[in-house]
């Protein structure tokens, strides 16, 4: 089977974007997996479909917005590819909107396309109830910093450290964030694997590594769930600026910087949604033959 495909980055968190409103390919993990594969498929983090709205939503959002990880996975949430998937659907003419409504498996988010390029997207609520990150932490130690609590996660020696203090918090998809000295000296690829597979965290867990610049500006390195570090993870930013906020570090906008890119997260506390702005582009598009047995 040959479908077609186009290649897209935001902040350097790439993807594969599949067009299922008129045919749907019926992909298998072992084939999301292979299309993400950078040696024998196309290449991406996570690969994201374009769906039409679920009949029962039709009245009140536009499309469906399906995510799956590198390795093959269906995960809830995925923020660079919301404005990615945002601005496909205007680019390729699936919309004339440029402010949209889309439902995923976390809820609805909506993504709007701005004059600069940029695309912003309402990412709705932080969620920090330990049954939806989710997150069990019987047995674990807390401490309280601000209005949020920080859980003391240990760690075998083989992550290079004896454990972390991190925020749980779900924005759709589950994160833990700590803050670090520096973003650029952690040990990331080593602790990261440890915290997103640790027993705390049933459905597993992305792992956030925060340092404070100042009120207004982070950096960030985000070891994904089910894709190894990527260049930037926006649910990764939301969850960082949430919890730097909730912990009295940071004002309610924020300049993220990541290895990728740039990204801006609002969020004015409470009951409010947050905001995220970054770049979302195009980079390539074509047709590949997906083997039909892997
Ligand atoms: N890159 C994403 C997050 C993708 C999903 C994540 N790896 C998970 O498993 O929850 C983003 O930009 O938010």
Known sequence: MKIPFTKMQGAGNDFVVLDETRNHWNLS???????????????????????????????????????HNADGGEVEQCGNGA????????????TNKHAIRVSTRAGIIAPQLQSDGRVTVNMGQPRWAHEQVPFTPEGLKHDVLGQVQRWWLPL?????????????VSMGNPHAVQVVDSAAQAPVGQMGPWIEHH???????NAGFMEVQSRTSIALRVYERGAGETLACGTGACAAVVSGIAMGLLDSRVNVHTRGGVLTIEWAGAQAPVMMTGPAQTVFEGFIEIPETL
Not at 40 to 54: E, H, K, M
Not at 86 to 94: H, N, P, S, T
Not at 199 to 205: D, E, L
């Open 29 to 67: 993990a072992a084939q999301y997996r292979w299309l993400a594969d950078r040696h024998f498929g196309v290449g991406a983090d996570q690969i994201l479909t374009v769906r039409p709205a679920p009949a029962a939503l039709a009245d009140s959002v536009d499309f469906e917005y399906v995510i």
């Open 83 to 94: 404005r990615c998937f945002a601005r496909y659907v205007f680019d390729k003419q699936l």
């Open 156 to 168: 075998p020696a083989e992550a290079g450290s004896d454990g972390a203090w991190v925020v749980a």
């Open 199 to 205: 027993a705390s965290f049933p459905q597993r867990v």
